[in-house]
Nanobody, 122 residues
Framework: QVQLVESGGGLVQAGGSLRLSCAAS????????MGWYRQAPGKKRELVATIRKSGSTDYADSVKGRFTISRDNAENTVYLQMNSLKPEDTAAYYC????????????????WGQGTQVTVSS
């Protein structure tokens, strides 16, 4: 059974920083893609950043230059360093993992964490 657990959310003033973490647990050998998405009240869930096993990354235009995604493949953990936070970054942030090689099989479907709230005050 694969589980994703996020941590690191909270309340911060505009211009501040937060670091989110997401650890995948279970009998996992590797994960192809990991990423962060966010959903603000009344809005659709949107991509923030993704990182492949190779280390290549993609970012939403709204966070480029402010957010940095990274991962520790040995620990099956993905991070999101968020700097220069803005009130419009306020949302629930969700971790996603896709392409998981477990001890028994390869799982192509997506796994999601439970979400962690980030609130940026002006």
């Amino acid at each position: 059974q694969v589980q994703l657990v996020e941590s690191g959310g909270g309340l911060v003033q505009a211009g501040g920083s937060l670091r989110l973490s997401c650890a995948a647990s279970g009998r996992i050998f590797s994960i192809d893609d990991m990423g962060w998405y966010r959903q603000a009240p009344g809005k659709k869930r949107e991509l923030v950043a993704t990182i492949r096993k190779s280390g290549s990354t993609d970012y939403a235009d709204s966070v480029k230059g402010r957010f940095t995604i990274s991962r520790d493949n040995a620990e099956n953990t993905v991070y999101l360093q968020m700097n220069s936070l803005k009130p419009e970054d306020t949302a629930a942030y969700y971790c996603k993992a896709a392409g998981i090689q477990t001890g028994w099989s390869y799982i192509s479907s997506d796994y999601w964490g439970q979400g962690t709230q980030v609130t940026v005050s002006s």
